[in-house]
């Protein structure tokens, strides 16, 4: 195994989880040449640069059951993750992926059915699916934080939380969305890349 794999493994992710990931990331190498679903300079990092970056989102939340929304779940990081680690942990999560590409909806699908995950692929614009009343809500390199603010007021629950990992840059983008946005905020450092942050986001409302 990569020491990315031992890491997981030595964090307590389950072996059947564990074979979830290996499937995944044949999955996309198989499909990338043709939809793109990663960057080409990643995909031979898919567990340092994609997984073991989206199973911290998951490690951040306690919810045991609910409904977590993950929008433009591109080559489902974080949904097909978080929907892996959910089944692995005995978590019943409602997981909605909002993808607006209709190809990689379709690798979504396919992939979820594969890794024999419960999780629904919602091929829609994220400002055109019917508010979702999410308990957790995540977004993976899709815009800028003020944009993200505008989507999960949307999408997000009562009492919900909003799970945003962002890079080098985070302060400004959080500088930039409280000239329109009032949130209340914890900053966790990444696990996986120096400089970044997982934003956690909490009582969103436009100002």
């Not at 892996?84 to 942990?89: F, P, Y």
Request: charged content about 25%; aromatic content about 6%.
């Amino acid at each position: 195994m990569s020491r990315e794999q031992d890491l997981l493994a030595a964090s307590g992710v389950s072996r059947e989880t564990m074979e979830r990931f290996k499937l995944l990331e044949s999955l996309i190498r198989k499909w990338n040449p043709v939809i793109n679903l990663v960057s080409k300079g990643s995909i031979s990092e898919i567990y340092a640069r994609h997984i073991m970056d989206s199973v911290q989102l998951f490690d951040l939340v306690e919810l045991r059951e609910g409904v977590w929304c993950d929008m433009g779940s591109g080559g489902g990081f974080p949904g097909l993750v978080i929907a892996a680690m959910a089944k692995g942990a005995g978590r019943t999560y409602d997981l909605q992926m909002i993808e607006s590409d209709s190809r990689k909806a379709v690798f979504l699908r396919e992939a979820a059915r594969q890794l024999d995950l419960h999780a629904v692929v919602v091929n829609a614009r994220v400002e055109a699916v019917p508010p979702l009343s999410a308990n957790v809500l995540s977004a993976r390199a899709l815009g800028p934080l003020s944009k993200l603010c505008e989507f999960a007021v949307r999408h997000i629950g009562d009492a919900g939380v909003s799970l945003f990992p962002k890079g080098i840059n985070y302060a400004d983008e959080i500088e930039k969305a409280r000239v329109d946005w009032s949130f209340d905020l914890t900053v966790h450092p990444s696990k996986t890349e120096a400089d970044a942050a997982i934003l956690e986001l909490r009582n969103i409302q436009h100002v």
